[in-house]
C-alpha cells in the first residue's frame, strides 16, 4: 500500500481529472460506494474459486459478528447500489464510473499492489454489442487522451449459459486426460472451476491449456453473432483489436464478451494489463435483482500513472511568483501581497519564515516560480515593483496594485 505525495499527486489528480471528462461526454455519472461490503457479494458474484476471493480479499469479522471485506473490485458493489437503489424503476440504460481504492492480498511487485486504485465504468441496461463497443471506444479515448501509445486490446468471447456449458465439458475432458502435467493448484481447479486453469500462471499449465479446446468453437449462434458484430462496429470506429482465445479474465462473473487493455511497456514488468473488462448480463439476477445486462471495465491507475511517469510530462499548476521582502520591515506587506494575489487566483509563494533575501531566492528557485518580486521600502512607498523573470531576461515594470493583470498579460500566466 503507497503513499501518494506532492510530487507523485499531481499525475494522479491529472489522470483523475481527464477519466472524469473524458466519462461524463459519453454520459457516464460518478458513483461512490463504501470501501467494506458483506463478503458474500464477492463470493456470489466474483466466485469462490478465484484467487480474489479465495485468497486476496481482506475478510474480517466486525462488532455485529458480521463478515466483511475491503473491497478487491468494484462491479460488484456498483451492482448492489444499482439493486438496492432500485435504479431500473427510473431509467432503462444506466452508465456509471467511479475512481477509487480496491484492495487485494497480492504479492507485491511493480505495478501490483495490496491497496491500489481503479477508474471504472459499468454500463447497465443494453444487451446490445453496441454498448460493448461504445465502452471500449470510451477507454480507448482515454488512452488516447492520456497520450499512451502501444497498448493493445484483447477481446474474446465466452459464450453464455446455453452454450459455455458444452465447452466446460471439453475442457474438463481434455484437462482430465493431462491431469498428471498440470500444478496442483490446478488439478484442484479443473474439478471446481475449470477456466480458471486458462488463467494460471505457471508456463506448463499455459501451454497445456493453449493447446486445449477453443472457447470460440463453442459459441452458440447468439454467441457468434453478438461477437461477430462487435468486431465490426469496432472496426467501424477504427479501434484495433486482436482476437484471443485464451482470453478468460480472473473474475467468474463474465458472459459473452471480455476485453483487455494491454501495454508493452518495460516499466510495468508483467502487470502490464492497463485496464480490463466485459459483459455480465446473468449477474445482477444472480444477486437477487432484476434481470439487466451489464457490461463494464476498471483499469488500474497506479498503472497508468507509472506509463504517465515514463513520458517524462510534468503536471499540476507552476508557481506563477515568488514574493520575496528586502527587509523585516516589509514581510506583513509580502504577506498580504501574496494574500490578495491568491486570492486574485495566482499561484503564489511565500517564504513566511522570512530570513535573508538570498535564502528566499534559494528558495524561489526551489519552487520553480516563474517570476519573482522582491518587496522592499523602497516598492511599498512607491507602488511599483519589477517581475524578474527566473529563467532570465529584463526586469518587468509593475505597479503593485495591478501584479495580476501584469502577469496574466504575460505568455502562459495562469
Ligand atoms: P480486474 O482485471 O481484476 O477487473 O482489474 C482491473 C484492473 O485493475 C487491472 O487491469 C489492473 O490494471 C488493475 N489491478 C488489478 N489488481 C491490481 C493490483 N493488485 N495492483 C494494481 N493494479 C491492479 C476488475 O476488477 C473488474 N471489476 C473489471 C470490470 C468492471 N469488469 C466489468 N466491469
Known amino acids: 500500500m503507497n503513499d501518494l505525495l506532492p510530487g507523485d499527486i499531481e499525475t494522479w489528480q491529472h489522470v483523475e481529472k481527464l477519466a472524469r471528462d473524458m466519462f ?17 457479494l464477492f463470493v456470489r458474484s466474483v466466485g469462490e474459486e ?48 467511479y ?13 501490483r499492489y495490496r491497496q491500489f486504485f481503479q477508474i471504472g465504468a459499468e454500463a447497465y441496461g443494453a444487451k446490445e454489442p453496441a ?4 465502452i471500449m471506444d470510451m477507454v480507448a479515448q482515454f488512452l488516447s487522451a492520456l497520450g499512451l501509445k502501444d497498448v493493445t486490446l484483447n477481446l474474446n ?15 474438463v475432458e481434455y484437462l482430465q486426460a493431462h491431469r498428471a502435467e498440470v500444478c496442483a493448484e490446478c488439478q484442484a481447479r479443473m474439478d471446481r472451476n475449470p477456466l480458471r486453469v486458462l488463467d494460471c500462471k505457471n508456463e506448463k499449465c499455459q501451454a497445456i491449456a493453449a493447446a ?82 451489464a457490461v463494464g471495465f476498471a483499469m488500474g491507475l497506479d498503472r497508468l500513472v507509472l506509463l504517465l511517469k515514463e513520458t517524462g510530462q510534468a503536471f499540476g499548476a507552476p508557481v506563477d511568483l515568488f514574493v520575496a521582502v528586502a527587509d523585516e520591515g516589509s514581510h506583513d506587506a509580502g ?32 519552487t520553480g516560480a ?6 522592499g521600502e523602497a516598492e511599498r512607498s512607491s507602488g511599483k515593483a519589477n517581475l524578474k523573470p527566473m529563467a532570465g531576461g529584463d526586469p518587468i515594470p509593475v505597479a503593485l496594485d495591478a501584479v495580476a493583470q501584469a502577469l496574466r498579460a504575460l505568455p502562459s500566466a495562469s
Not at 516563474?370 to 518587496?375: A, G, K, M, Q
Request: proline residues 6%; contains cysteine.
Open 24 to 40: 461524463g461526454r459519453f454520459g457516464y455519472g460518478e458513483i461512490r460506494t463504501p470501501m467494506v461490503e458483506d463478503t458474500a
Open 157 to 171: 468471447s465466452l459464450g453464455d449459459e446455453a452454450c459455455r456449458p458444452a465447452y466446460h465439458a471439453k475442457l
Open 50 to 97: 478465484t484467487d480474489i476471493v479465495g485468497k486476496e480479499m481482506y475478510t474480517f469479522e466486525d462488532k455485529g459478528g458480521r463478515s466483511l471485506s475491503l473491497r478487491p473490485e468494484g462491479t460488484a458493489p456498483s451492482a448492489r447500489a444499482y439493486i438496492e437503489h432500485s435504479i431500473l424503476n427510473q431509467e432503462p440504460v444506466t452508465r456509471w464510473f
Open 335 to 366: 504577506l498580504a501581497l501574496a494574500s490578495r494575489l491568491r486570492r486574485e487566483g495566482l499561484h503564489v509563494a511565500f517564504d513566511t519564515r522570512g530570513g535573508s533575501l538570498k535564502s528566499q531566492m534559494k528558495r524561489a528557485d526551489k
Open 131 to 134: 454498448q460493448d463497443a461504445e
Open 370 to 375: 516563474r517570476f519573482t518580486l522582491v518587496l
Open 212 to 293: 486445449g479446446p477453443n472457447v470460440l468453437d463453442f459459441l452458440c449462434e447468439p454467441c457468434r453473432a453478438h461477437f461477430g458484430d462487435l468486431q465490426r462496429k469496432l472496426t467501424a470506429l477504427g479501434i484495433p483489436f486482436v482476437v484471443n482465445s485464451r482470453l478468460v479474465r480472473g473474475l467468474d462473473y463474465y458472459t459473452r464478451t471480455v476485453f483487455e487493455f494491454v501495454a508493452a511497456h518495460p516499466a510495468l514488468g508483467t502487470a502490464s494489463t492497463v485496464g480490463g473488462g466485459g459483459r455480465y448480463d446473468t449477474m445482477m439476477k444472480g444477486l437477487g435483482g432484476p434481470d439487466v445486462p
Open 99 to 111: 475512481i477509487g481504492p480496491m484492495f487485494r492480498y497480492e504479492r507485491m511487485k511493480t505495478g
